[in-house]
């Protein structure tokens, strides 16, 4: 995501880094296949899935779309995630990116911006395709340049074992039961700690995950035509009941230090009773601690809110390349990647939710807690306004410090959003 997932530990499925082609410099997309003699066009695909997945997964899934389309080869450069984004960003800079991109929402604005990638929104007309079928979309100025192929969610986690003995029968729907369990959990002895909010300025994505969660869950946005609305008074209900858990004392201490690792850590240490975090952390949670009785549940909303909760989420985008002489044939991998049939077999196999909305992934041999999961996800909507916005860490950064301020009694709520919303106007345009 994301932003969330892009700096998530990228956990999903078995790294199998070095069973996977080196990701190379492209040697510029618009040179790739050999239409003259009548051949077969060949795409360069650069992404970091492949490095991601058991060795030769997606290897797999690729041999199958060129088998039903025998005019197109595919190159798959795989590389890990951060080898990946090197290189695709000095590929949008001299517009020599590959024919098709895997893509992180964190860099859509600033890749459409150079004009390295290409406007998905003709490239679905000119091929008649459903969107109705696709879970989100990520735009810039009203275009499409990015499709989410599978999302990794972000729900609440829940210690069972320290909530049984705080006396609380099943996980908060709720803030105020939230709130209330929180001060429960932290009241039950020792060191342990309700919740745990990761707020460091060198990797702030708590902010989106662990703060503007809050505010998705509620249905609430932090934006109003595109722009920033941290004035709001649903922003400003978000941030006030954050500084109410911190003056409760129920939040975890070092949180102005703690990464999201860390967060991680605590939990599956049994020193924080609940957590927002990444469905792909499951597996490595209970591979560290086997005997953690936890489970999943949506994010609480708002007292009496009844509408559908979002849910926080990074991706794997795909994306098409603007200098490619083979767009059409660059959407053909679009379509299929993104089919019902395949969406649902990639989403399983990366223990992760579908793009399509129809597809459904097979959950036989994964952990339940993986179904109750895509319950909740199916249930309300994924939810990451960060996608796509300029400078997006940055954006997080700006107001991670003026919520620190917050915490630490230096400004007030007010204070500290009008200041927020005035550093993001700067580069929202």
């Given at each position: 995501m994301a932003v969330g997932g892009p700096r998530l530990k990228r956990l999903v499925?078995?790294?199998?880094?070095?069973?996977?082609?080196?990701?190379?410099?492209?040697?510029?997309?618009?040179d790739s296949g050999d239409t003259s003699?009548?051949?077969?066009?060949?795409?360069?695909?650069?992404?970091?899935?492949?490095?991601?997945?058991?060795?030769?997964?997606?290897?797999?899934?690729?041999?199958d779309f060129t088998a039903q389309n025998p005019t197109i080869k595919v190159k798959l450069l795989s590389a890990p995630y951060a080898s990946t984004k090197q290189q695709l960003v000095t590929g949008a800079a001299s517009k020599t990116l590959p024919d098709v991109v895997g893509l992180d929402g964190a860099w859509v604005s600033d890749f459409a911006k150079q004009g390295a990638i290409t406007d998905l929104s003709k490239l679905m007309t000119d091929a008649n395709y459903d969107t109705?079928?696709?879970?989100?979309?990520?735009?810039?100025k009203g275009k499409t340049y990015m499709i989410p192929v599978v999302n990794f969610v972000y729900p609440l986690f829940v210690n069972k074992d320290l909530l049984a003995k705080a006396g609380v029968t099943s996980a908060p729907t709720t803030r105020t039961e939230f709130l209330d369990a929180a001060k429960k959990i932290s009241a039950s002895g020792g060191d342990v700690k309700g919740w745990a909010l990761p707020l460091d300025t060198a990797v702030p994505n708590g902010i989106q995950n662990d703060v503007m969660s809050w505010l998705w869950a509620s249905g609430g946005?932090?934006?109003?035509?595109?722009?920033?609305?941290?004035?709001?008074?649903?922003?400003?209900?978000?941030v006030e009941y954050?500084?109410?858990?911190?003056?409760?004392?129920?939040?975890?201490?070092?949180?102005?230090?703690?990464?999201?690792?860390?967060?991680?850590?605590?939990?599956?240490n049994g020193q924080v009773g609940m957590m927002i975090d990444s469905l792909a952390h499951i597996n490595l949670i209970k591979k560290s601690k086997p005997d953690l009785t936890f489970e999943v549940a949506a994010i609480p909303a708002e007292d009496g809110y009844t509408g559908k909760r979002g849910m926080p989420y990074a991706s794997w985008g795909i994306g098409v390349s603007n200098s490619t002489k083979h767009k059409a044939e660059a959407f053909k991998l679009?379509?299929?990647?993104?089919?019902?049939?395949?969406?649902?077999?990639l989403s399983t196999i990366a223990n992760g939710f579908p793009g399509n909305k129809n597809a459904k992934p097979d959950f036989s041999k994964s952990d339940p807690l993986f179904k109750t999961a895509f319950d909740i996800y199916q249930k309300g909507y994924p939810a990451n306004e960060f996608v796509g916005l300029p400078k997006s860490e940055d954006l997080m950064?700006?107001?991670?410090?003026?919520?620190?301020?917050?915490?630490?009694?230096?400004?007030?709520?007010?204070?500290?959003?009008?200041?927020?919303?005035?550093?993001?106007?700067?580069?929202?345009e």
């Open positions: 499925g078995a790294a199998t880094a070095a069973a996977m082609v080196t990701l190379v410099a492209a040697c510029g997309s618009g003699s009548g051949g077969p066009v060949t795409l360069e695909f650069a992404q970091w899935w492949g490095a991601e997945l058991p060795a030769g997964d997606f290897d797999k899934i690729i041999s109705s079928q696709l879970a989100s979309q990520v735009q810039a946005s932090m934006l109003a035509d595109g722009k920033p609305n941290l004035t709001s008074p649903q922003v400003k209900s978000t954050v500084k109410s858990l911190n003056d409760a004392g129920v939040i975890a201490p070092g949180s102005l230090t703690m990464k999201e690792q860390d967060k991680v850590e605590k939990f599956t679009v379509q299929y990647l993104m089919s019902q049939e395949t969406n649902a077999k950064r700006s107001f991670d410090e003026q919520l620190q301020l917050v915490l630490t009694g230096k400004a007030s709520v007010d204070d500290a959003l009008a200041k927020s919303q005035e550093s993001w106007s700067s580069v929202i």
